[in-house]
């Protein structure tokens, strides 16, 4: 099947009330695992690529072997570029063959954010490349990058101000002619130390004013009775990474204490772990409702 974009994958969730699965893939062995179980559900899937694993020549050989997979894979594949906030580096991941990008200025004021949004999308569309944006800011600490922000500890003071405003988005999806856009509700990046408060009202009244469909970040760790609630929401795309990671370490960690020498073959020792993480993609694509979509 081919590669596609995210327009249809999610115009079609949101008129059939289910979400798609996304998974940031740093590897060939991650981004086999994950279609493999698209494949088995019958399942659209999103592969994501985030910049600390596109370095350097890194991009190219992650777009070869993803654009491989989306090719010889069953099931409808979208490569995404995750948080990506270097336009020059985002164009070059449009050249390169992404089918979709993040351009995450979330952090910026408002004007910047539609701004640097529009301009991307201006590029990005020329090429049919999609474009997902952020309005309000979910909670950073991206795993292995300390230097990204706070993590899921943090406690705002005044976690209102971080939230998407409902008053701001028509005017920023119209500005920015953006295809789809990640909300702050609540969820954070990274590991929960604390159950995090969903703000499902907030949800449903940014759900009746978005124009296009809605992104939830921070997947990892929210229980699976709020992210049913949020997909029933609205939301169409959920960003899975650190449970899948937690997932493979833990299983890693545990084959190498079990093990009797230490030169062991890769594929050997890498084998249970991927399974660990197929079962975390696995029950994210029953929850989000993405299973049998695909005839
Ligand atoms: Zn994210």
């Not at 659209?44 to 777009?63: A, C, F, K, S």
């Not at 545990?254 to 062991?264: C, G, N, Q, T």
């Not at 993480?277 to 993405?290: A, F, H, P, Y």
Request: aromatic content about 6%; overall charge negative.
């Amino acid at each position: 099947m081919a590669l596609v974009n995210l327009k249809g994958m999610l115009n079609h969730a949101r008129k059939n009330k289910y979400g798609v699965g996304a998974f940031d893939v740093s590897n060939l062995d991650m981004a086999i695992a994950v279609t493999q179980v698209a494949e088995e559900k019958k399942s659209p899937v999103i592969l994501m690529g985030l910049t600390l694993d596109l370095q350097g020549d890194r991009l190219e050989y992650w777009l070869d072997n993803m654009k491989k997979i989306a090719k010889n894979t069953s099931v409808p594949v979208a490569l995404h570029l995750d948080h990506a906030t270097d336009i020059d580096f985002i164009k070059k991941c449009i050249d390169g063959g992404f089918s979709s990008v993040m351009f995450d200025g979330s952090m910026l004021p408002i004007e910047e954010n539609i701004a640097k949004t529009k301009k991307v999308v201006d590029y990005a569309h020329r090429f049919g490349v999609t474009v997902e944006a952020e309005l309000g800011h979910v909670g950073d600490g991206i795993v292995g990058n300390s230097e990204v922000g706070a993590d899921k500890n943090t406690v705002f003071d005044n976690p209102d101000d971080y939230l998407t405003q409902p008053g701001e988005l028509a005017d920023f999806i119209d500005q920015t002619a953006v295809d789809c856009i990640a909300v702050a509700v609540g969820t954070a990046h990274g590991i929960y130390v604390h159950e995090p408060k969903i703000h499902f009202d907030r949800l449903a009244e940014l759900n009746c004013i978005s124009a296009v469909p809605m992104v939830m970040h921070g997947g990892s760790g929210t229980p699976d009775e709020a992210i049913k609630k949020s997909v029933a929401t609205g939301i169409c795309k959920l960003n899975i990474f650190s449970e899948m990671l937690t997932a493979f370490n833990i299983t890693i960690k545990d084959e190498l204490e079990k093990a009797s020498h230490m030169a062991i073959w890769p594929h050997t020792l890498y084998q249970k772990p991927l399974e660990a993480l197929q079962e975390v993609v696995r029950q994210k694509i029953d929850l989000v409702g993405s299973a049998q979509r695909i005839k």
